[in-house]
């Protein structure tokens, strides 16, 4: 293999090693080996990582829709029993725990 330096900006220097490139499943594989100074490093392109891409992008969508909907659920519970006139959370009531609408923005 291979040994490169590469110079950092704050004026440290790390070697870097390349080993078995044309075995390599992905384009690219930096390998370090470490001492006290240095740190292990892996880094490859997988052909994966569009997939990966699509995954979080649904994930975090997702979660998006659905921590809305709970804050939406939740505040329309606070609302009606404001239309209700009774006693506010922050002023020492606990009729919102008797909300279904507030219950499923909870468990949602």
Same mark, same amino acid.
Not at 7 to 15: G, H, I, L, V
Not at 47 to 60: D, F, Q
Not at 64 to 85: C, E, Q, T
Not at 90 to 98: D, M, N, V
């Given at each position: +293999?291979?040994?490169?330096?590469?110079?950092?900006?704050?004026?440290?220097?790390? %070697?870097?090693?390349?080993?078995?490139? &044309?075995e390599s499943?992905?384009? !690219? @594989?930096? /390998?370090? #080996?470490?001492?006290?100074? $240095?740190? #292990? %490093?892996?880094? /490859?392109?997988?052909? $994966? &990582?569009?997939?990966?891409?699509?995954? +979080?992008?649904?994930?975090?969508?997702?979660? &998006?829709i659905f921590?809305? &909907? /709970? !804050?939406?659920l939740k *505040? *329309?519970?606070?609302? *009606?029993?404001?239309?209700? +006139?009774?006693?506010?959370?922050?002023? +020492? =009531?606990?009729?919102?725990? *008797? $909300? %279904?609408?507030? %219950?499923? =923005?909870? @468990?949602?």
């Amino acid at each position: +293999g291979a040994v490169l330096s590469v110079a950092c900006r704050d004026s440290c220097q790390a %070697w870097c090693q390349i080993i078995n490139v &044309s075995e390599s499943r992905s384009p !690219f @594989l930096i /390998s370090m #080996n470490g001492t006290v100074n $240095e740190t #292990n %490093w892996s880094i /490859s392109m997988a052909a $994966e &990582s569009k997939y990966h891409l699509y995954i +979080g992008l649904a994930l975090a969508i997702g979660s &998006s829709i659905f921590i809305g &909907s /709970s !804050f939406i659920l939740k *505040k *329309k519970g606070l609302l *009606k029993l404001a239309d209700r +006139g009774v006693t506010r959370a922050g002023q +020492g =009531g606990y009729s919102y725990l *008797k $909300e %279904w609408l507030w %219950w499923a =923005g909870l @468990l949602s």
